[in-house]
């Protein structure tokens, strides 16, 4: 009896404490959806309302005008749209005192019972913490409790809304009446009470419960495990699509710039060969298109990278001096060929040298730039950079870019740094692209920490500003040359399997006065070097048999044969993507070369690689 007793009064107590945790849930849902719906509301009526238009009710005698009824129409019908809502309204803070403006009971039949509406700048003396939390922050809330208006309990949810322009205004809030929510819920109390008077009932069958609920819990701990167990296979799945996506994004580049290296070398090697000018103007555009191409394919797979979260910048020390040098040196053709006026200019006080990804930096640039001279078709372009501060070893940098081209409307300002979006007046103006220029330039700024921003107007040109933060460098010095001291004819031995490449690669080394060797994987680059002397290896990255790489480790082990370990070795590769360069070093490379190549690129890679500081260099060295 005992033990009946204690189960009786525990399953008692336990159905107690069940039914008020359900009691307190059903209210809780009932205003989780009641606060849901008046946020739901309160945003809708927010986007409704013309902020432009609010801005000018500024006077209890603008009541009943036009502009008022137009402003006042949106909330009128939001209050209609439901039997709940009591009223719809938005207020101003002014010198931090709110004030009513618009009151969706103005003129409404309904006002005797809802109450009068306020007249427009009415003063809100009541304390609310809700929305002057809203005025604040500018983000949608709604009251967590109701509040007591004398029988009534409502709640109330509150917006903000802006202009045109985007500029905040004021407040849109939403009161609803909760009579059918406390009827609801008096219904609840009172099955609650019935219940609970049922108990001894519900305690003969507490067995059967127990039961059925242990079956219940079993079957829902198995669909959790097999949910589990499924986000696991998606998640394994997701990651094999990005290893997949990467692989076929380096196959791509490396399969795209492989003919691109032959159609761009037979270009080079035209034009070096005194072609009449009609021939020149041709190879200039075969040239100019393949390049235009390769910028194209350089822009969707930085693109690629930056959304997939794996582009890295690489700091080291440079002279701002030279960066900009290089710019007007890669700028001024276009420049020449439009008739524009280039100029680019440098404050006094920059520092010598900064610490950064110099590459990003000019690739931004450059995008700018030649954005720039794509749109002038008369004027100026102007590069420059200013310091704006240097303090604790840091130098704020302002980069800008201005021009007197066509400009941009204002209501084209929000989609300028959208992907694959070409603004309408710039594809009627010039056409082409992929879209990505300014993306790509947007996400890099972001990714050193700085912020980009552009001025403009139609017909007004654009002034396009980025600021960056960089740690100040020791001066260096980063003259380059990229006509080499003459040097020897060198017997390079040459590591290519494209039939293409090599034809390519052979004529473009014998009209710079050396003497190739062409051999077509790995196997047979470490063969020749075991069997004669070479001044220079050039080694393509992919090849059958034996890789590039792997020769590469294998030739400065000194373990395979060759007589001269030490010897020189340029990647020339059309493996061009993020990581691949350093692969190409850490195997034992001196230098790297990504395809397409020119002549002028190859001249400047054996030279770098030939001088070591001096004019004979490492060659002279690994003779």
Same mark, same amino acid.
């Given at each position: 009896?005992?033990?009946?007793?204690l189960?009786?009064?525990?399953t008692?107590?336990?159905?107690?404490?069940?039914?008020?945790?359900?009691?307190?849930?059903?209210r809780?849902?009932?205003?989780?959806?009641?606060?849901?719906?008046?946020?739901?509301?309160?945003?809708?009526?927010?986007?409704? %309302?013309?902020?432009?238009l609010?801005? $000018?009710?500024?006077?209890p005698?603008?009541?009943?005008?036009?502009?008022?009824?137009?402003?006042?129409?949106?909330?009128?019908?939001?209050?209609?749209?439901?039997?709940?809502?009591v009223?719809?309204?938005?207020?101003?803070?002014?010198?931090?005192?709110i004030?009513?403006?618009l009151?969706?009971?103005?003129g409404?039949?309904?006002?005797?019972?809802d109450?009068?509406?306020?007249?427009?700048?009415?003063?809100y003396?009541?304390?609310?913490?809700?929305?002057?939390?809203v005025?604040?922050t500018?983000?949608?809330?709604?009251?967590?409790?109701?509040?007591r208006?004398?029988?009534h309990?409502?709640?109330?949810?509150?917006?903000?809304?802006?202009?045109?322009?985007?500029?905040?205004?004021g407040?849109?809030?939403v009161?609803?009446?909760?009579?059918?929510?406390?009827?609801?819920?008096?219904s609840i109390?009172a099955?609650?009470a019935?219940?609970?008077?049922?108990v001894?009932?519900?305690?003969?069958?507490a067995?059967?419960?127990?039961?059925?609920?242990?079956?219940?819990s079993?079957?829902?701990?198995?669909?959790?495990?097999?949910?589990?167990?499924?986000?696991?296979?998606?998640a394994a799945?997701?990651?094999?699509?990005?290893?997949?996506k $990467?692989s076929?994004?380096?196959?791509?580049s490396h399969?795209?710039?492989?003919?691109?290296?032959?159609?761009?070398?037979?270009?080079?090697l035209?034009r070096g060969?005194?072609?009449?000018?009609?021939?020149?103007?041709?190879?200039?555009?075969?040239?100019a298109?393949?390049?235009?191409?390769?910028?194209?394919?350089?822009?969707?797979?930085?693109?690629?990278?930056?959304?997939?979260?794996?582009?890295?910048?690489?700091p080291?020390?440079?002279?701002?001096?030279?960066?900009?040098?290089?710019?007007e040196?890669?700028?001024?053709?276009?420049?020449?060929?439009?008739q524009?006026?280039l100029? %680019?200019?440098?404050?006094?006080?920059?520092?010598v040298?900064?610490?950064?990804d110099?590459?990003?930096l000019?690739?931004?640039l450059?995008?700018?730039?030649?954005?720039?001279l794509k749109?002038?078709?008369?004027?100026?372009?102007r590069?420059?950079?200013?310091?704006?501060?240097?303090?604790?070893?840091?130098?704020?940098?302002?980069?800008?870019?201005?021009?007197?081209?066509?400009?941009?409307?204002?209501?084209?300002l929000?989609?300028?740094?959208?992907?694959?979006?070409?603004?309408a007046?710039?594809?009627?103006?010039?056409?082409?692209?992929?879209?990505?220029?300014?993306?790509?330039?947007?996400k890099l700024?972001n990714l050193?920490?700085?912020?980009i921003?552009v001025?403009?107007g139609?017909?007004?040109? $654009?002034c396009?500003?980025?600021?960056?933060?960089?740690?100040?460098?020791d001066?260096?010095?980063t003259?380059?040359?990229?006509?080499?001291s003459p040097?020897?004819?060198?017997?390079?031995?040459?590591?290519?399997?494209?039939s293409?490449?090599?034809?390519?690669?052979?004529?473009?080394?014998r009209?710079?006065?050396?003497l190739?060797?062409?051999?077509?994987n790995?196997?047979?680059?470490?063969?020749?070097?075991?069997q004669?002397?070479?001044?220079?290896?050039l080694?393509?990255?992919?090849?059958?048999?034996?890789d590039?790489l792997?020769?590469?480790?294998?030739?400065?082990?000194?373990s395979?044969g060759?007589r001269?370990?030490r010897?020189?070795?340029?990647?020339?590769t059309a493996?061009?993507?993020?990581?691949?360069?350093?692969?190409?070093l850490a195997a034992?490379?001196?230098?790297?070369?990504?395809?397409?190549?020119?002549?002028a690129?190859l001249?400047?890679?054996?030279?770098?690689?030939?001088?070591?500081?001096?004019p004979e260099?490492?060659?002279?060295?690994?003779?």
């Amino acid at each position: 009896m005992r033990d009946a007793f204690l189960a009786a009064l525990i399953t008692f107590v336990c159905s107690a404490i069940g039914l008020t945790i359900i009691y307190v849930r059903a209210r809780d849902a009932q205003m989780d959806g009641v606060r849901r719906e008046l946020l739901q509301l309160a945003r809708t009526s927010a986007v409704q %309302v013309d902020g432009d238009l609010h801005r $000018s009710l500024t006077s209890p005698a603008l009541a009943g005008t036009a502009d008022h009824l137009r402003a006042l129409a949106p909330l009128i019908r939001i209050h209609r749209a439901a039997i709940d809502i009591v009223d719809v309204y938005t207020g101003v803070l002014i010198d931090g005192q709110i004030y009513w403006v618009l009151d969706s009971r103005f003129g409404s039949p309904s006002s005797q019972e809802d109450g009068a509406a306020d007249p427009i700048m009415t003063a809100y003396k009541d304390p609310d913490a809700v929305l002057q939390q809203v005025f604040e922050t500018q983000v949608p809330a709604a009251d967590i409790e109701p509040r007591r208006d004398g029988q009534h309990a409502y709640m109330s949810a509150f917006a903000p809304f802006f202009d045109r322009s985007g500029k905040f205004v004021g407040v849109v809030g939403v009161d609803m009446v909760l009579d059918a929510i406390d009827a609801r819920m008096t219904s609840i109390r009172a099955a609650f009470a019935a219940a609970l008077a049922a108990v001894s009932i519900l305690s003969l069958i507490a067995g059967a419960v127990a039961l059925h609920l242990r079956r219940v819990s079993a079957g829902i701990v198995k669909k959790l495990r097999a949910a589990r167990a499924q986000a696991e296979l998606n998640a394994a799945e997701a990651q094999a699509a990005g290893r997949a996506k $990467s692989s076929f994004l380096a196959m791509m580049s490396h399969e795209i710039r492989t003919p691109m290296n032959g159609i761009l070398g037979v270009a080079d090697l035209l034009r070096g060969m005194s072609p009449d000018p009609k021939q020149r103007k041709l190879l200039d555009i075969l040239a100019a298109s393949g390049e235009s191409l390769l910028r194209i394919i350089n822009d969707i797979l930085d693109f690629s990278k930056i959304e997939a979260e794996r582009l890295e910048l690489r700091p080291r020390p440079f002279e701002l001096q030279g960066l900009l040098e290089e710019m007007e040196h890669l700028l001024r053709p276009q420049a020449h060929d439009k008739q524009v006026k280039l100029v %680019v200019e440098a404050a006094d006080d920059l520092p010598v040298a900064v610490d950064g990804d110099r590459q990003r930096l000019a690739q931004v640039l450059m995008n700018l730039g030649t954005n720039a001279l794509k749109f002038t078709d008369r004027g100026e372009v102007r590069m420059g950079v200013r310091l704006l501060e240097s303090t604790a070893g840091r130098a704020r940098l302002a980069f800008r870019v201005r021009d007197t081209g066509i400009g941009i409307e204002s209501e084209a300002l929000p989609h300028l740094f959208m992907p694959f979006v070409q603004l309408a007046d710039a594809a009627r103006h010039r056409g082409g692209g992929t879209g990505l220029g300014l993306v790509i330039s947007q996400k890099l700024v972001n990714l050193m920490g700085g912020t980009i921003s552009v001025e403009t107007g139609r017909h007004q040109g $654009s002034c396009f500003t980025f600021i960056v933060d960089l740690p100040l460098a020791d001066t260096i010095s980063t003259t380059t040359t990229n006509t080499v001291s003459p040097l020897n004819a060198l017997s390079i031995l040459v590591a290519e399997d494209n039939s293409v490449n090599q034809t390519i690669v052979e004529a473009m080394l014998r009209q710079l006065g050396h003497l190739p060797t062409l051999v077509a994987n790995g196997r047979e680059v470490l063969t020749a070097l075991a069997q004669e002397d070479f001044d220079l290896v050039l080694m393509d990255c992919n090849m059958p048999v034996m890789d590039g790489l792997d020769a590469t480790r294998l030739l400065r082990a000194g373990s395979s044969g060759v007589r001269n370990p030490r010897i020189p070795v340029i990647a020339l590769t059309a493996n061009a993507m993020e990581g691949d360069r350093e692969s190409c070093l850490a195997a034992g490379m001196d230098d790297f070369v990504a395809k397409p190549v020119g002549i002028a690129a190859l001249r400047a890679a054996i030279g770098r690689v030939g001088k070591g500081g001096s004019p004979e260099g490492k060659i002279a060295a690994a003779r």
